[in-house]
């Protein structure tokens, strides 16, 4: 396997709160691997130390070879980190055309006409292509999420960040949004996926991490981190379901 992310004892405290305590992970090119924890475990926030939202007090990320550690969002999303946030943030005076063609153009580093190529490229795939030429705020949640994906998508990144994007999802969605992300793998494009749609996760990823008080607690493949004792404690309990097709106990009942 071709290392594509890496982090080296990478730790986050916030005052006297640790998020991420020495966290060490690697992603090699074309890997889907799935982010599972309980509210406060310290998910998006290790999304943020990866996209360069946050920065490690102690530790080392580094991205295709090159230490990236000290590097800001913008320049990290040039290198190829894309990333999606669980509260959407469209440009909501702009329409959704120019919310992706902003994302190809200022990310992924296209202009002119293969800009708008591009952007309607990925709004076509993201089921977005009969709203392109409608203002961001009209959209509701379910189309901000799809908005957020595309816009990642649009930066052409070779690591995507998922937070949160099959929450509120119906059965048939969430089976379109797993063809989407496993679409994105067969790139090569590498998937980090936050999420509590348990059957979301496991129809698309090939490992599962579970992180619970900013520490890893289980990581190997999903049937096996979900019947870990310790990874079922930290969800109190919940019953969750591997299955694509599961009924109302195939999310954990956790917030972010």
């Known amino acids: 396997m071709t290392t594509l992310l890496e982090l080296e004892h990478v730790t986050k405290r916030f005052g006297s709160v640790v998020v991420a305590d020495e966290l060490s992970l690697a992603v090699g ?50 290198l190829g980190i894309g990333r999606t946030y669980q509260v959407p943030r469209p440009f909501v005076d702009m329409t959704v055309f ?53 816009r990642a998508l649009a930066t052409r990144p070779r690591l995507l960040l998922l937070d949160e994007v099959a929450g509120g999802l119906t059965d048939p969605e969430v089976e379109q949004l797993v063809e989407i992300v496993t679409g994105i793998r067969a790139e090569g494009i590498a998937v980090l996926w936050i999420e509590h749609v348990m059957r979301a996760l496991t129809a698309a ?8 008080g900013g520490s890893f607690i289980g990581d190997g493949e999903p049937a096996e981190v979900l019947s870990n004792p310790a990874v079922r404690e930290v969800f109190l309990g919940t019953e969750v379901t591997t299955s694509l097709t599961g009924g109302a106990s195939d999310t954990t009942g956790e917030g972010a």
């Open 29 to 78: 090119a074309g890997d889907i691997v799935g982010i599972v924890g309980p509210n406060g475990a310290g998910k998006t926030s290790l999304f943020g130390l990866i996209s360069g939202d946050l920065a490690a007090n102690v530790g080392a990320i580094r991205f295709d070879g090159h230490d990236v550690t000290h590097l800001d969002a913008s320049a990290r999303c040039r």
């Open 98 to 150: 120019e919310n992706v063609l902003v994302a190809v153009q200022q990310g992924g580093g296209l202009r002119r006409q293969a800009s708008y190529a591009y952007a309607a490229e990925m709004l076509d795939r993201t089921g977005l292509a009969q709203e392109a030429n409608l203002p961001a705020e009209r959209l509701g949640l379910l189309q901000r999420k799809r908005l957020e994906m595309a």
């Open 205 to 212: 990823v090939d490992r599962m991490i579970c992180l619970a």
